[in-house]
């Protein structure tokens, strides 16, 4: 079965961390581009993070540019969003998505990150 599975969203304090993880199953994630996206109550999902199939590039939206660092570890099939500093305006459900062409995503359920002290 083709799909994402995120986990390790939560409650934390501003300033604080959290690490998501989002398993791929059914393919293989290495293969393709892999994209972090969020989604606050009341406004649009956007992109936060990416990281391509070859050499592995990044990229992030300029608010969590130097505080989030996407990753991915290949024999487990997992990419990974670490996200630091965090500020109340990170709250958000996190979404893992897998590029498989123009026409085709695969989105994962979701994981729910709020920062408040």
């Known amino acids: 079965q083709v799909r994402l599975v995120e986990s390790g969203g939560g409650l934390v304090q501003p300033g604080g961390s959290l690490r998501l993880s989002c398993a791929a199953s059914g393919f293989i994630c290495s293969n393709f581009l892999m994209r972090w996206y969020r989604q606050a109550p009341g406004k649009e999902r956007e992109l936060v993070a990416t990281i391509s199939s070859a050499g592995g590039a990044t990229t992030y939206e300029d608010s969590v540019q130097g505080r989030f660092t996407i990753s991915r570890d290949n024999p487990k099939n997992t990419v990974y969003l670490q996200m630091d500093s965090l500020k109340p305006e990170d709250t958000a459900v996190y979404y893992c998505?897998?590029?498989?062409?123009?026409?085709?995503?695969?989105w994962g359920q979701g994981t729910q990150v709020t920062v408040s002290s």
């Open positions: 998505n897998a590029r498989f062409n123009i026409i085709s995503d695969l």
